[in-house]
């Protein structure tokens, strides 16, 4: 009841197009719900949140979309850049009354070819 | 201002050493958080500390891991007789809120 899962393993888009990587979660108790993106040799960096009273969040070209009933929620990266090559992770916590531990996804490489 | 450093960003230990990794989180940051992270898989979480306080460790993999915050601020993660399972990145994050920043890391080879 823990487990983030996340598909796909692999992705690869052309440069402009729209990469989407999709989560699920079964614990309801999750209350937050980050994005981060890896680097080789690097740790991981956030790089968009949400809370599960919004169904959707911008920040520039990342966007997370969050579906409460069916216990999903993605990330949409417009406009594909070389740039964004990298491995994101979803993550979920319970951040009110808990420790705010990460659980994490297992991680979906991302290649954008020029 | 300065993010979350760790060091060593390498360590080559040889089966049965003990190994000693250190954290130095973002100055004011309360939470800290260890976690490790096996080649080509997310991070698994270790152990956390509100200050000095270890308040969570249900992530420690055996009691040969080990883990101290003594002054709320710097903070240590030991291994005692590494074994070759062990061999992973060490990544610490540290927080204010909700939001965790990582160091880059210790890799940890165990031959």
């Known amino acids: 009841q823990q487990q983030v899962k996340q598909s796909p393993q692999s992705l690869i888009v052309q440069k402009g197009g729209i990469s989407i990587i999709n989560c699920a979660y079964e614990?309801?108790?999750?209350?937050?719900f980050p994005w981060y993106q890896q680097f080789p040799g690097k740790g991981p960096a956030l790089l968009i949140a949400?809370?599960?009273?919004?169904s959707e969040k911008k920040e520039g070209r990342f966007t997370i979309s969050f579906n409460k009933s069916a216990k999903q929620f993605s990330l949409h990266i417009m406009d594909s850049q070389p740039g964004d090559s990298a491995t994101y992770f979803c993550?979920?916590?319970?951040?009110?009354?808990?420790?705010?531990?990460?659980?994490f996804g297992q991680g979906t490489t991302l290649q954008v070819k020029p | 201002g300065a993010g979350v450093s760790q060091s060593p960003r390498y360590k080559v230990a040889k089966r049965g050493q003990d190994v000693a990794l250190r954290c130095d989180p973002i100055?004011?940051?309360?939470?800290l958080f260890w976690y490790q992270q096996a080649l080509g898989q997310g991070p698994e979480f270790l152990t956390y500390?509100?200050?000095?306080?270890?308040?969570?460790k249900s992530g420690l993999p055996s009691d040969r891991f080990f883990a101290e915050r003594p002054e709320g601020s710097v903070s240590t993660l030991k291994i005692q007789r590494t074994q070759q399972e062990d061999s992973a990145v060490y990544l610490c994050?540290?927080?204010?809120?909700?939001?965790?920043?990582f160091g880059p890391g210790t890799r940890l080879l165990v031959l």
């Open positions: 994050a540290s927080s204010l809120l909700e939001t965790q920043y």
């Open positions: 614990n309801t108790a999750f209350d937050y």
């Open positions: 949400i809370r599960p009273d919004v």
């Open positions: 993550a979920a916590s319970i951040v009110v009354s808990n420790t705010g531990k990460l659980i």
């Open positions: 100055s004011g940051h309360v939470s």
């Open positions: 500390f509100q200050n000095e306080a270890q308040l969570d």
